[in-house]
């Protein structure tokens, strides 16, 4: 008897484990269900499927239309595109020409017959250069007074505003005004430049102002997500003085301005290009003067120099900051666009040759946007004599004996050869011009 009652409190005591046993048991399960089921609907709600919205990252349905019947229309060819994905430019490119220096002839060069002008001949030959860039710069030598001040070259230029029209259509988008002859005609054609310009207004005029507040202000070209700021100074006005009540016309080059310029165009702009009317004239090299400034110039950061007046070629070269390593590359001069010269004596051929600055910028692992190649069109002025067309400007590349047989030069200067182009292209540029082709570039690895 005693054996039964011990055996009865056993299984009483074990049936009250087996129940916490099956509690517990039934939790776990449960529990792991709850799990799978949770993580079946995350993974399902993520599939590309038509589950409601989705995660960011994930490819959204592309909706095609039958083959048979795929874009037969503007709005078909909408749809289908709307989810493509669009290639977006990682590159700006930059171009710039040398002086337009518009002696008498090269006016008279668009003369027509039936009394207009027109100068598209001046820019046929290099039109391919122009359009494949996005920022296009050329510097104006002279300015456009108007007809009834006189048409004039050396040592005062005025010339067509018809040469500004060309300008325009041959896709230049930024002007340079900020030269020693951007007074030859006083304040009126000082006034009668920025004028004309107005009829252009996607067009970026640089150098000459019309109010204080606009000396102050930073042009700035917005390009495939990268911020360009442009700025130009000369080193003076061939001694014609600034309009009494414009003492702010022209840019000139003053530290003080410039300083204030550069910090400005550094808060607005991922890139600082700044464009220097300097140098001595025919000097094949840079002077003391623009190595002063061009390391001036360093030391505030600036990105690119590019330069003009000397009317001829001078070297491409980059400084280094010793205080922090900064680099920035430098066009001293690039000579010549277009130029009338006559001048009877060996040598003068050199005016006739300029070059093409061509500056292609990108952004680094660092989103900062740097130099990534750098090369010089060499161009050659075709002096050529009276008559329509006949003055123009095309690759040396491309220039042939008997384009250069029939020009001015060819009598009034021995030394005008192809050969002695090439030659001087070389002595100057060095390893940055290759004989016989249009242009040569540098590519540089970040």
Same mark, same amino acid.
């Given at each position: 008897?005693?054996?039964?009652?011990?055996?009865?409190?056993?299984?009483?005591?074990?049936?009250g484990s087996n129940m916490i046993y099956k509690v517990v048991a039934g939790v776990v399960g449960v529990s792991i269900l709850a799990l799978v089921a949770l993580t079946a609907v995350y993974f399902i709600s993520n599939l590309n499927l038509s589950f409601g919205e989705k995660t960011p990252g994930v490819i959204q349905d592309?909706?095609?239309?039958?083959?048979?019947?795929?874009?037969?229309?503007?709005?078909?060819?909408?749809?289908?595109?709307?989810?493509?994905?669009?290639?977006?430019?990682?590159?700006?490119?930059?171009?710039?020409?040398?002086?337009?220096?518009?002696?008498?002839?090269?006016? $008279? @060069?668009?003369?027509?017959?039936?009394?207009?002008?027109?100068?598209? &001949?001046?820019?046929?030959?290099?039109?391919?250069? %122009? $359009?494949?860039?996005?920022?296009?710069?050329?510097?104006?030598? %002279?300015?456009?007074?108007?007809?009834?001040?006189?048409?004039?070259?050396?040592?005062?230029?005025?010339?067509?505003?018809?040469?500004?029209?060309?300008?325009?259509?041959?896709?230049?988008?930024?002007?340079?005004?900020?030269?020693? &002859?951007?007074?030859?005609?006083?304040?009126?054609?000082?006034?009668? +430049?920025?004028?004309?310009?107005?009829?252009?207004?996607?067009?970026?005029?640089?150098?000459?102002?019309? +109010?204080?507040?606009?000396?102050?202000?930073?042009?700035?070209?917005?390009?495939?997500?990268?911020?360009?700021?442009?700025?130009?100074?000369?080193?003076?006005?061939?001694?014609?003085?600034?309009?009494?009540?414009?003492?702010?016309?022209?840019?000139?080059?003053?530290?003080?301005?410039?300083?204030?310029?550069?910090?400005?165009?550094?808060?607005?702009?991922?890139?600082?290009?700044?464009?220097?009317?300097?140098?001595?004239?025919? $000097?094949?090299?840079?002077?003391?003067? $623009?190595?002063?400034?061009?390391?001036?110039?360093?030391?505030?950061?600036?990105?690119?120099?590019?330069?003009? &007046?000397? &009317?001829?070629?001078?070297?491409?070269?980059?400084?280094?900051?010793?205080?922090?390593?900064?680099?920035?590359?430098?066009?001293?001069?690039?000579?010549?666009?277009?130029?009338?010269?006559?001048?009877?004596?060996?040598?003068?051929?050199?005016?006739?040759?300029?070059?093409?600055?061509?500056?292609?910028?990108?952004?680094?692992?660092?989103?900062?946007?740097?130099?990534?190649?750098?090369?010089?069109?060499?161009?050659?002025?075709?002096?050529?004599?009276?008559?329509?067309?006949?003055?123009?400007?095309?690759?040396? @590349?491309?220039?042939?004996?008997?384009?250069?047989?029939?020009?001015?030069?060819?009598?009034?200067?021995?030394?005008?050869?192809?050969?002695?182009?090439?030659?001087?292209?070389?002595?100057?540029?060095?390893?940055?011009?290759?004989?016989?082709?249009?242009?040569?570039?540098?590519?540089?690895?970040?």
């Amino acid at each position: 008897m005693a054996d039964k009652r011990r055996r009865k409190k056993r299984r009483r005591k074990n049936s009250g484990s087996n129940m916490i046993y099956k509690v517990v048991a039934g939790v776990v399960g449960v529990s792991i269900l709850a799990l799978v089921a949770l993580t079946a609907v995350y993974f399902i709600s993520n599939l590309n499927l038509s589950f409601g919205e989705k995660t960011p990252g994930v490819i959204q349905d592309i909706v095609l239309l039958n083959t048979n019947e795929a874009a037969a229309t503007p709005a078909e060819w909408a749809e289908l595109e709307k989810n493509v994905p669009i290639e977006i430019s990682q590159t700006v490119q930059i171009m710039m020409v040398g002086d337009m220096l518009m002696h008498l002839n090269v006016t $008279q @060069s668009g003369f027509m017959d039936d009394g207009t002008k027109n100068y598209d &001949h001046l820019f046929q030959r290099i039109l391919p250069d %122009i $359009q494949a860039a996005d920022i296009r710069i050329v510097n104006e030598e %002279i300015v456009f007074a108007g007809e009834d001040m006189g048409f004039s070259g050396y040592p005062m230029f005025n010339t067509a505003e018809e040469v500004g029209d060309a300008e325009a259509k041959a896709g230049f988008n930024v002007i340079l005004h900020a030269t020693n &002859h951007t007074m030859d005609k006083w304040k009126q054609g000082l006034m009668n +430049t920025i004028n004309f310009w107005k009829k252009y207004p996607d067009i970026k005029v640089l150098g000459v102002n019309e +109010t204080k507040e606009q000396q102050e202000e930073i042009t700035v070209i917005d390009k495939n997500g990268m911020k360009i700021a442009l700025l130009n100074y000369t080193y003076g006005l061939n001694g014609m003085p600034m309009p009494d009540d414009m003492p702010f016309a022209v840019n000139l080059i003053d530290a003080d301005l410039m300083d204030r310029n550069i910090k400005k165009a550094h808060e607005v702009a991922d890139f600082v290009v700044v464009i220097m009317h300097w140098g001595t004239e025919y $000097q094949l090299f840079a002077n003391n003067d $623009q190595k002063y400034w061009a390391n001036w110039l360093l030391e505030r950061d600036v990105d690119l120099v590019l330069g003009a &007046h000397p &009317h001829v070629i001078q070297p491409v070269e980059w400084l280094t900051d010793p205080n922090d390593g900064d680099q920035m590359l430098v066009y001293y001069s690039l000579g010549n666009y277009v130029t009338g010269t006559r001048a009877a004596r060996a040598g003068v051929y050199e005016q006739a040759v300029g070059g093409m600055a061509k500056v292609e910028l990108t952004k680094n692992s660092k989103g900062e946007v740097v130099i990534s190649r750098y090369g010089i069109e060499p161009l050659v002025a075709n002096i050529g004599r009276a008559g329509y067309g006949n003055i123009y400007t095309c690759p040396l @590349s491309e220039y042939t004996d008997e384009e250069r047989k029939n020009t001015i030069l060819a009598g009034n200067d021995p030394t005008f050869t192809i050969e002695n182009c090439e030659n001087l292209c070389e002595k100057v540029w060095g390893d940055l011009y290759t004989p016989g082709e249009r242009d040569t570039w540098i590519t540089r690895e970040y």
